[in-house]
């Protein structure tokens, strides 16, 4: 990654809360980009209505999600993800590769 970094290339990295602030803390000069749902109900109707995990396991995502949407102040950018197609082309921008 520094490397490429070091030659002018962007990297994304997909990390999580921890691994963003451990990023933040070894390169300061990082962009780091949140990306939120359109809504708490949104998030909740998404995990939800997939139907892929029991009850359990989204009220564990659902806690997590709550940590980590408590700390978007964290990062520079917020992207919020309407849909995949959208936000992919906002990530793309803000990398400057479109």
Do not use: Y
Request: no cysteine; proline share 4%; net charge negative.
């Amino acid at each position: 990654m520094l490397d490429k970094l070091a030659a002018g290339v962007p990297v994304l990295l997909e990390i999580d809360l921890q691994g963003a602030r451990q990023v933040r803390e070894s390169l300061a000069e990082a962009q780091l980009v949140f990306l939120a749902p359109p809504s708490w109900d949104e998030l909740v109707r998404r995990l939800t209505g997939r139907g892929t995990e029991p009850q359990h396991v989204i009220d564990e995502r659902l806690a997590a999600a709550r940590v980590e949407l408590a700390a978007e102040s964290e990062f520079d950018t917020t992207l919020v993800n309407t849909s995949v197609e959208g936000v992919s082309a906002e990530l793309l921008a803000l990398l400057n590769v479109v």
